[in-house]
C-alpha cells in the first residue's frame, strides 16, 4: 500500500512539474504582444525568461515588468517620431568624422523596425567599436562611418581618462560578439556575450568608472538614454 501510495504522489509531482507557466503559455499576457511588435527579433520564450528573472529580483509582478517595458519602448518611439520630424533622417550620408578616444556618437538608425537610434564608441581618434545587426561587435574607420546630418552629434563622458581610456579598451576588446535585438532588458543581461550598440556603450563605462550612462535608469538602456544621460556633454552636432 505505501508502495502504491508513494508511486502515485510521485506520478503527481512529475505531472505538475511538467506544466508550462500558465503566464508564460498565455496569448493574452498584457503588453507582451505589443512588446514584441516592437521588438520582433526577440521571442516571447527570451522575453519572458527576463521577465521573470527581472521579477524574482525587484520583487515587481511579471505585469509590472511587462508595462514598464512597454511603457519604455513606447516612450522611445514617440521620441523617434517627434526627433525625425524635427531633423528629417537623410540616412546616413556623411563621415562621422574624428574626435577623442572615449567620446562616442549618436546618429538616428532604424534598429529592430524602429527607429532607435544608434550609438557608436570612438576607440582611438579615427577608429569606431560598434555593435551592428549584420556584424555584432566591430571597428570601423570614422571615414567609413555614415551618419544622419542634422540629428547626429559627437558627445563626450565627464570622467577620468583612465576610465575614458578603459571603457574604450573593454570596447574593443567585445570585438567578434553577436548583436542583440534585446533593447527592451539590456540592462539586466550580462557583459559579455551579445550585445546591441547602447548595452556595449552602457556596459563599457559601467565596469569603467562605474557610471551609469541611462537617463531614465529603465529597465533597457537606448541609444537616446546613453545620448542624454547626465554626465556626458555635447562635443559638436554633425
Known amino acids: 500500500m505505501k508502495k502504491i501510495l508513494l508511486s502515485s504522489i510521485l506520478a503527481a509531482g512529475l505531472v505538475v512539474s511538467s506544466v508550462p507557466s500558465v503566464f508564460a503559455a498565455s496569448d493574452d499576457v498584457p503588453y507582451l504582444n505589443d512588446i514584441l511588435q516592437m521588438q520582433p527579433d526577440v521571442t516571447s520564450d527570451e522575453l519572458l525568461a527576463d521577465v521573470e528573472s527581472i521579477a524574482k529580483e525587484t520583487g515587481n509582478s ?31 550620408t556623411v563621415p562621422v568624422g574624428t574626435s577623442t578616444k572615449g567620446n562616442f556618437f549618436y546618429t538616428d538608425s532604424q534598429t529592430a523596425y524602429l527607429n532607435h537610434g544608434h550609438v557608436g564608441l570612438y576607440y582611438a581618434s579615427s577608429t569606431i567599436v560598434e555593435s551592428v545587426p549584420s556584424a555584432g561587435v566591430r571597428k570601423i574607420s570614422t571615414s567609413s562611418r555614415l551618419v544622419d546630418k542634422g540629428g547626429a552629434c559627437v558627445k563626450s563622458v565627464t570622467t577620468s581618462t583612465a576610465n575614458r581610456n578603459g571603457a574604450a579598451n573593454w570596447a574593443y576588446s ?37 557610471l551609469d550612462l541611462d537617463k531614465n535608469k529603465g529597465l533597457g538602456v ?9 554626465g556626458t556633454k555635447l562635443v559638436r552636432n554633425i
Not at 505585469?63 to 525625425?84: F, G, P, R, S
Request: aromatic share 10%; charged share 25%.
Open 62 to 92: 511579471q505585469e509590472e515588468i511587462l508595462e514598464q517595458i512597454y511603457k519604455e519602448l513606447k516612450n522611445d518611439a514617440n521620441l523617434a517620431e517627434d526627433e525625425n520630424r524635427l531633423s528629417g533622417g537623410s540616412g546616413g
Open 174 to 210: 567585445q570585438i567578434g560578439q553577436k548583436y542583440s535585438y534585446n533593447f527592451a532588458t539590456n540592462r539586466s543581461t550580462g557583459h559579455n556575450g551579445a550585445k546591441n550598440c547602447s548595452k556595449l556603450i552602457w556596459s563599457a563605462y559601467k565596469l569603467n568608472g562605474n
Open 222 to 230: 537606448y541609444p537616446r538614454d546613453v545620448r542624454d544621460a547626465s
